[in-house]
C-alpha cells in the first residue's frame, strides 16, 4: 500500500511529519479544506504522457497546468493526462490520491514547479482519497530530490499584462482585431483621402 510504504519511508529517513484523516476529496479545494490548509499549500501530482513516456508534474494547487509550456519543454508533439485505467495499472491508484513522489514510491521521472518550494510546507493525499501528509518543503525537496522544471504555470486566476509570454486568448483576439481596424482604416484613408482620421 502506497500510504504505508511513505511512512516506512519518511520515518527511516527520520523525518517529521503530519497526517490527516478525513472525508474522500477529489479537488484540490476539497482537500485544503478538510486538512486546514490555503489551496496553495496543495501539492497536486498528475501524471502526463510526454510523447511516449509517463511522467510525474507537481505544482502548487492554485496554479494552472499549461500543457503548451510541457510541449515547448521536452520539445513534444503531445501530451496527455493518464488515463484512470493506465493510472490504476502502473500504481494502483485512482484519480486525486497521487502522492508527489517519483522512486521509490513511483515509477516516474520527477518535475516539481518552483511554485510549490516557495512554500514553507507540502500538502498531499497520500495514496488515498481519506489519507493527507504534511511534510516541511526541505524535507520533501532532499528525499524527493525532484527537477525542479521551471515551468512557471500560472496561477488559476492570473491576470497577463501585454506582453507576457502566457497571454489568454481574448488579448491575442483583440490584437488581431486591431490589426484588422488598422487595415480597414488604411484602405479607407486612400479611398477617402480629405478625411481627417485623427479625429473620432
Not at 16 to 35: D, K, L, Y
Not at 129 to 149: F, H
Request: with cysteine.
Amino acid at each position: 500500500m502506497i500510504l504505508n510504504n511513505i511512512r516506512a519511508w519518511f520515518s527511516a529517513s527520520g523525518v517529521t511529519f503530519r497526517e490527516a484523516h478525513h472525508e474522500p476529496t477529489r479537488t484540490s479545494e476539497e482537500s485544503a479544506r478538510a486538512r486546514g490548509e490555503e489551496l496553495r499549500i496543495g501539492g497536486k501530482a498528475l501524471v502526463i504522457k510526454v510523447d511516449t513516456t509517463f511522467r510525474l508534474f507537481v505544482l502548487s494547487a492554485d496554479r494552472k497546468l499549461d500543457s503548451g509550456a510541457i510541449k515547448q519543454h521536452f520539445s513534444a508533439k503531445k501530451t496527455r493526462f493518464a488515463t484512470p485505467e493506465e493510472l490504476l495499472e502502473m500504481t494502483g491508484l485512482v484519480p486525486g490520491c497521487v502522492p508527489p513522489f517519483g522512486p521509490p514510491i513511483l515509477p516516474f521521472p520527477l518535475y516539481v514547479d518552483p511554485s510549490v518550494l516557495e512554500n514553507p510546507r507540502v500538502a498531499f493525499n497520500a495514496g488515498s482519497l481519506t489519507d493527507s501528509i504534511i511534510l516541511g518543503i526541505e524535507d520533501y525537496r532532499r528525499l524527493a530530490e525532484p527537477e525542479v522544471s521551471g515551468l512557471r504555470w500560472r496561477p488559476k486566476h492570473h491576470k497577463v499584462k501585454p506582453g507576457n509570454k502566457w497571454q489568454p486568448t481574448s488579448i491575442r483576439f483583440s490584437r488581431n482585431a486591431c490589426k484588422i481596424s488598422l487595415r480597414w482604416q488604411n484602405c479607407w484613408k486612400k479611398r477617402f483621402p480629405l478625411r481627417d482620421w485623427t479625429t473620432p
